[in-house]
Structures are given as C-alpha cells and as structure tokens.
C-alpha cells in the first residue's frame, strides 16, 4: 500500500503517531473524504475482498465504497502507522430492533491504552471512534452513542 497516496486521498496531513488523537483526526478525514457507496453492489460488479483491489477503487480511482472495503482499506492503513488493529464482524439493528446476520458488517478493533471502535464504513452512524469498554454514553458531533462491550 502506498501510505503517502492514501493520506493524499484523505486530504490528511496530520500527525502519524498512534495516539487516540491521531485515530480520531484519520477517522474523521477518512469520513470526510470518502463516501460510503455501494453502487457495484447494486450494478452487479463483484467486490474483490483484497487490499489492493480496495487501494484501487478507493484511492486511485477516488471510488467510495461499502464497509469491507471502508473499514477494510482503512485496517490495512492503521499497522502501516504503528496500531494494533484487529477486524471485527458486526451485526446491524434494523428500525423493529432485531439484528441483522452475521456478517453483515465490518468493524474495527483499535487496541491503544484503550480499547477503541473504529468504523468509516456505516455513513454518518459516528464520527469519532468510541472508547469499547466506557459503560456510559459517548456524546459526538451529531449524537450520543454507547459502545460498551457488554450490550
């Protein structure tokens, strides 16, 4: 992976150190830079699992995409800068409440002095990465959210 390129295509020029800062200003310029999107799944276009085919679409031809390939690129970027990363299957609550199947998302684990969630490819669900382990709300731009890892 070309690391200049990809923070080139987030617009980032911030700090590389592995910090819950740095975290947050990626996260965010990730977000900012690139949509969710997910017209190949819809055009019937295959989606390659691939760290290269992500670079690819994301930052060579300034694609968006969908949470594997989001969340995934962004994986691959995050141990480049010294975090410890681990990918985590998700499950979406629909609007009745139930959740969806196995799989059905990506998301990440950033293990720093805490542990963190990590996700650029849920749209606008949060912007700021959550402390996993905090029992309470977690108020950011545009709501409160609760990511503890016991509910």
């Not at 590389?16 to 690139?34: D, G, H, K």
């Not at 480049?80 to 998301?107: Q, Y």
């Not at 709501?143 to 890892?149: F, I, V």
């Amino acid at each position: 992976m070309n690391v200049s390129a990809y923070l080139q295509r987030l617009n980032y020029t911030g700090p590389l150190i592995p910090t819950a800062i740095t975290l947050r200003a990626l996260m965010q310029a990730q977000l900012l830079a690139v949509p969710f999107e997910n017209l190949d799944i819809h055009l019937g276009q295959p989606i390659v699992p691939d760290e290269s085919a992500f670079f690819q679409k994301i930052v060579e031809r300034q694609r968006g995409g969908f949470c594997y390939e989001l969340n995934g690129l962004f994986a691959a970027l995050l141990p480049k800068l010294g975090f410890e990363v681990t990918l985590f299957s998700a499950r979406v609550a629909g609007e009745n409440g139930r959740f969806g199947p196995e799989f059905d998302h990506l998301t990440l684990l950033v293990q720093l002095e805490e542990r963190w969630l990590a996700d650029v490819g849920f749209g606008e669900c949060f912007r700021e990465p959550l402390r996993l382990d905090e029992p309470g709300e977690q108020v950011q731009p545009g709501g409160t959210l609760s990511a503890h890892a016991g509910r």
